[in-house]
Antibody, heavy 119, light 110 residues
Framework: EVQLVESGGGLVQPGRSLRLSCTAS????????MNWVRQAPGKGLEWVGF??????????ENAASVKGRFTISRDDSKSIAYLQMNSLKTEDTAVYYC??????????WGQGTLVTVSS | QLVLTQSPSASASLGASVKLTCTLS???????IAWHQQQPEKGPRYLMK???????SKGDGIPDRFSGSSSGAERYLTISSLQSEDEADYYC????????FGGGTKLTVL
């Protein structure tokens, strides 16, 4: 059974940093692109960014709203994807979901972790 | 520009059927999409992928009551024999250079 478990969320002040982790199990992690999606309170889903598998270069793409501040990485030996968030803003407050990508669509979601940016 | 458009809300009676629509922007009618369900206070769940020819492939454990279809630039999610637990937000999602979501449809089961 595919499982994705996010961790690392919490309360952080504006301008500070936070790193989220996504621990995967139930599949060969290195074969898949991994993706982050967020949802602000009462709002819809917003794509944050993804990292391709090493087979496809392990490169990343980010949404314009987080480009230059957020970085996605992966450790295939540990089956973990990371979302490093720097220079956080109050508008980054959201539940952050880790997802797996199959082909080009999302086919599994984690349960999410809440990030609150507030002074 | 690739855009997905969904109606903000829909409603149908318990036991009835409902068809939700996701419309691809002009010039993108060949794109496949995926449907995701988000029940109240829960994380999203993948339902299915719908191709431009109407074929679809469902996620693990998705009941037969859920089906997908296509017509032109429109992609559909049909839910039959509506149950109370189907009351949820439904998002369509596609991909170009980025991943993109529609605004979501809030389904109310009457």
């Amino acid at each position: 059974e595919v499982q994705l478990v996010e961790s690392g969320g919490g309360l952080v002040q504006p301008g500070r940093s936070l790193r989220l982790s996504c621990t995967a199990s139930g599949f060969t992690f290195g074969d898949y692109a991994m993706n982050w999606v967020r949802q602000a309170p009462g709002k819809g889903l917003e794509w944050v960014g993804f990292i391709r598998s090493k087979t496809y270069g392990g490169t990343t793409e980010n949404a314009a709203s987080v480009k230059g501040r957020f970085t996605i990485s992966r450790d295939d030996s540990k089956s973990i994807a990371y979302l490093q968030m720097n220079s956080l803003k109050t508008e980054d407050t959201a539940v952050y979901y880790c997802t797996r990508i199959t082909g080009s669509h999302i086919d599994h979601w984690g349960q999410g972790t809440l990030v609150t940016v507030s002074s | 520009q690739l855009v997905l458009t969904q109606s903000p809300s829909a409603s149908a009676s318990l036991g009835a059927s409902v068809k939700l629509t996701c419309t691809l922007s002009s010039g993108h009618s060949s794109y496949a999409i995926a449907w995701h369900q988000q029940q109240p206070e829960k994380g999203p769940r993948y339902l299915m992928k719908v191709n431009s020819d109407g074929s679809h492939s469902k996620g693990d454990g998705i009941p037969d009551r859920f089906s997908g279809s296509s017509s032109g630039a429109e992609r559909y999610l049909t839910i039959s024999s509506l149950q109370s637990e189907d009351e949820a937000d439904y998002y369509c999602q596609t991909w170009g250079t980025d991943i993109l979501f529609g605004g979501g449809t809030k389904l109310t089961v009457l």
